[in-house]
């Protein structure tokens, strides 16, 4: 099996659109959680194929997008003290704060990091004892297994100068949040590829059988995606809300196991504020009670004053569905990926990030 060019098949892709756009009789609203499905339905025209009854609702599956001001404000901070190496993804260096960003503050002199794989952060605080190495850990359920073997490594290399900013979050616990908001018409939902992998297909049964909504965990490949939507316009036709598992040859019911219990082993659910959700319970994990001496907002003042969002933004609306990138005033204009005022513009899975660079614009 050639994994790009076989999910890729122009005939098959056609043949599959001519099905969805012959079996789909009425609206169907269908969420994509994840960003990286956003580039793809954008960057392969599927938006073109799949016919007039079919529309796709961004969520907020992103993130860097999701991530409140406040987390930034402090990830600022940090960084900004003397003697820190501050470590992150590369996408938050470029994400705005209150009044600068990490970017700008590395511009400054200051020692601001984007890291390849979070296990760079050994070597870094190896050759760098008299500093103290802050990682910004950020992530759905895919990436939070690397924070924890980065932990987990830390603690049996016994180095002392590693400290975590923990900003995971969980995929369930924002759809519940989005599906109880009586604003939002969300009709089946395109479940997340790489998370799943971590979680299974299981994790989605109860979101399904609760409001009645079917959820096709769907492959990146256009075919995958063709595949999950004709899924969908079928279960709608007959009134079904099942997990549909179109991506089996990685994802499995109960998801990998070893991750799962890394996992448990350091984290524990928390409370979460979400850009544009607010604080949803449980959505979000942080470090043990037995490991707080390695979690930065317990070994140094992280207090922060955050201003309001920019009021010409509109990522709070996108992320719960409400929006879409051509809604905002200021989209590819004042707002672009050279200037960006919103995480949604900044981040290579922001659903703005996406319409600017795939879709035909005015």
């Known amino acids: 099996m050639d994994l790009i060019n076989d999910f890729r098949d122009k005939d098959k892709i056609l043949a599959l659109s001519k099905l969805i756009q012959k079996e789909s009789k009425s609206p169907l609203n269908i969420m994509e959680i ?15 194929l799949v016919g007039k009854y079919v529309n796709f609702v961004h969520g907020p599956g992103c993130p860097v997008c999701v991530m409140p001001k406040t987390r930034i404000d402090e990830a600022i901070k940090l960084a900004s003290f003397d003697g820190v190496i501050f470590c992150t993804l590369a996408d938050m260096l470029r994400v705005p704060g209150s009044k600068t960003s990490l970017m700008k503050l590395r511009g400054e002199g200051h020692d601001i990091r984007a890291l390849y794989t979070p296990l760079d952060t050994l070597s870094i605080a190896a050759k760098n004892p008299d500093k103290k190495v802050i990682f910004f850990a950020i992530g759905f359920e895919t990436t939070t297994p690397m924070t924890a073997v980065l932990v987990q490594k830390t603690i049996e290399a016994n180095l002392k100068n ?3 900013h923990i900003n995971h979050v969980t995929v369930p616990a924002p759809v519940v949040a989005i599906m109880d908001d009586e604003n939002v ?7 997340p590829s790489h998370v799943s992998v ?11 059988n609760r409001y009645k909504t079917p959820i096709a965990v769907s492959g990146f490949e256009p075919l ?3 595949d999950s939507i004709l899924n969908l316009v079928r279960q709608q036709n007959a009134n079904t809300h099942e997990v549909y598992n179109e991506y089996v040859r990685v994802v499995n019911e109960n998801g990998n196991l070893k ?3 890394l996992i448990e082993r350091y984290f524990e659910p928390c409370d979460f504020e979400w850009r544009g959700l607010g604080e949803i319970p449980k959505s979000g994990m942080k470090l043990k009670d037995e490991f707080s001496y390695l979690d930065a907002r317990v ?3 992280c207090s922060v004053q955050s201003t309001g969002e920019n009021r ?12 879409k990138p051509y809604d905002c005033k200021v989209f590819g204009k004042v707002c672009n990926p050279q200037n960006p005022i919103g995480s949604c513009m900044v981040s290579s899975e922001g659903a703005c990030a996406a319409y600017y660079k795939y879709a035909k614009r005015a």
């Open 34 to 48: 994840c960003g990286g499905h956003t580039h793809s339905i954008m960057k392969f025209g599927i938006l073109e």
């Open 162 to 164: 590693i400290f975590f």
């Open 185 to 191: 018409k969300i009709d089946a939902f395109l479940g």
């Open 198 to 208: 971590i979680t299974g297909s299981k994790i989605y049964e109860s979101i399904a």
């Open 224 to 226: 995958d995606i063709m």
């Open 259 to 261: 991750a799962k219990e």
């Open 299 to 301: 070994k140094f003042d």
């Open 312 to 323: 010409a933004c509109i990522c709070g609306k996108i992320l719960r569905g409400l929006a």
